[in-house]
Antibody, heavy 121, light 113 residues
Framework: QVQLQESGPGLVKPSETLSLTCTVS????????WNWIRQPAGKGLEWLGRIYTGGITNYNPSLRGRVTMSVVTSENHFSLKLTSVTAADTAVYYCAREETGDGMPYFFDYWGQGTLVTVSS | DIVMTQSPDSLAVSLGERATINCKSS????????????LAWYQQKPGQPPKLLIY???TRESGVPDRFSGSGSGTDFTLTISSLQAEDVAFYYC?????????FGQGTKVEIK
């Protein structure tokens, strides 16, 4: 059974950089797309972006260049960096795997439990 | 971006009755080359991540009870819970995976009447 686990600081100061890592276990890591999705308290889901195990990335333009994702295939983990954070970035951050077919990404089939990141001084 | 709009925002249904949630996309999510609708449904309970219920608009994920069904094509989709159980109280979200950025509906809260 594939398992994903987010880790990182739960509190980040305004204007600083949010950094999270997602560690994957129990299944194949290669040849999948790995995603970050967030959910502010009481609100809906926002897709932040994805990284393929080959390193190709796609980001949500709404983040205006503040996001960077990286992957370490040999260690089965991928990471998120979000710069210049504000209170609006306070949310539960989920990592998720995208099911693939013929090399194409589809729906999110496995999710981490999520980690709350609060932006506050 | 493809905008996903769900209706209603919330609904209260008696135990054993039918619950119907609608999802409309701002453009078609039907891929003509394979005739598949790139639409999924998720269930989210408090303190938990979303759980995949339905993909390709109507394919039930393994282990999902058959009281959950999905239908629709193009821009209009429906999630139906044929006989609401207490454990179905949750938020439900649709997702389009036709294009990036991936976008979700705003969510529908299902409660017991």
């Amino acid at each position: 059974q594939v398992q994903l686990q987010e880790s990182g600081p739960g509190l980040v100061k305004p204007s600083e950089t949010l950094s999270l890592t997602c560690t994957v276990s129990g299944g194949s890591f290669s040849s999948y797309y790995w995603n970050w999705i967030r959910q502010p308290a009481g609100k809906g889901l926002e897709w932040l972006g994805r990284i393929y195990t080959g390193g190709i990335t796609n980001y949500n333009p709404s983040l205006r260049g503040r996001v960077t994702m990286s992957v370490v295939t040999s260690e089965n983990h991928f990471s998120l960096k979000l710069t210049s954070v504000t209170a609006a970035d306070t949310a539960v951050y989920y990592c998720a795997r995208e099911e693939t077919g013929d090399g194409m990404p589809y729906f999110f089939d496995y999710w981490g439990q999520g980690t709350l990141v609060t932006v506050s001084s | 971006d493809i905008v996903m709009t769900q209706s209603p925002d919330s609904l209260a249904v008696s135990l054993g009755e039918r619950a119907t949630i609608n999802c409309k996309s701002s453009q078609s999510v039907l891929y003509s080359s394979n005739n598949k609708n790139y639409l999924a449904w998720y269930q989210q309970k408090p303190g938990q991540p979303p759980k995949l219920l339905i993909y390709w608009a109507s394919t039930r994920e393994s282990g999902v009870p058959d009281r959950f069904s999905g239908s629709g094509s193009g821009t209009d989709f429906t999630l139906t819970i044929s006989s609401l159980q207490a454990e179905d109280v949750a938020f439900y979200y649709c997702l389009q995976y036709y294009a990036t950025p991936r976008t979700f509906g705003q969510g529908t809260k299902v409660e017991i009447k």
